[in-house]
T-cell receptor, first 112, second 118 residues
Framework: DAKTTQPNSMESNEEEPVHLPCNHSTISGTDYIHWYRQLPSQGPEYVIH???SNVNNRMASLAIAEDRKSSTLILHRATLRDAAVYYCILRLSPYNNNDMRFGAGTRLTVKP | NAGVTQTPKFRVLKTGQSMTLLCAQD?????MYWYRQDPGMGLRLIHYSVGEGTTAKGEVPDGYNVSRLKKQNFLLGLESAAPSQTSVYFCASSYSNPDSPFSGNTIYFGEGSWLTVV
């Protein structure tokens, strides 16, 4: 099963960029890379996903390594509201329930 | 647009009592899921459904049952609650991507149901 490795925690200053890393060395060719985040006392919410090319949306950017064994979620200007747990997950296909697992993620603290 | 709605939001049960958590989604999604999240932990899949009338076991199904009688609803039942089932429960739903069903889909989560078993 494809798995991901993320740092337990990271800190950032408000209004500075944040780079959240994720390693997925056993990724297969058809695995999409998904990022979700969970604000305190809320359910996770979708942030971004991609397959091979870098992706941008209004929330963040996703940079995917050329060999796809790692990726980085980029928050261009962190705000206090971005303090959350960020999850990096592969596949997210319900046809294999192991693929629906959200690990411990990275807890991002944003300092004013 | 309500999205995914869970009821109740908070509940305290005594050991051995039974209860049902209700999840409703108004996005016409095929897939629905129940997760639990213990303090400081990630989310673990309990049961899921890929369509009306179908259910399947997830990572931690013991002690729980589910039903999907209507497409928009997914019920999670605890027949005999135990203190180990004290947790936050999240329901979620997603659509089936017709172009690539195995690529993974955006999952929409409810706000959670806090359950304490004493």
């Amino acid at each position: 099963d494809a798995k991901t490795t993320q740092p337990n925690s990271m800190e950032s200053n408000e209004e500075e960029p944040v780079h959240l890393p994720c390693n997925h060395s056993t990724i297969s060719g058809t695995d999409y890379i998904h990022w979700y985040r969970q604000l305190p006392s809320q359910g996770p919410e979708y942030v971004i996903h991609g397959l091979t090319s870098n992706v941008n949306n209004r929330m963040a950017s996703l940079a995917i390594a050329e060999d796809r064994k790692s990726s980085t979620l980029i928050l261009h200007r962190a705000t206090l509201r971005d303090a959350a747990v960020y999850y990096c997950i592969l596949r997210l296909s319900p046809y294999n329930n192991n693929d629906m697992r959200f690990g411990a993620g990275t807890r991002l603290t944003v300092k004013p | 647009n309500a999205g995914v709605t869970q009821t109740p939001k908070f509940r305290v049960l005594k050991t051995g009592q039974s209860m049902t958590l209700l999840c409703a989604q108004d996005m016409n999604h095929e897939y629905m899921y129940w997760y639990r999240q213990d303090p400081g932990m990630g989310l673990r899949l309990i049961h899921y459904s890929v369509g009306e009338g179908t259910t399947a076991k997830g990572e931690v199904p013991d002690g729980y049952n589910v039903s999907r009688l209507k497409k928009q609803n997914f019920l999670l039942g605890l027949e005999s609650a135990a203190p180990s089932q004290t947790s936050v429960y999240f329901c979620a739903s997603s659509y089936s991507n017709p172009d690539s069903p195995f690529s993974g889909n955006t999952i929409y989560f409810g706000e959670g149901s806090w359950l304490t078993v004493v």
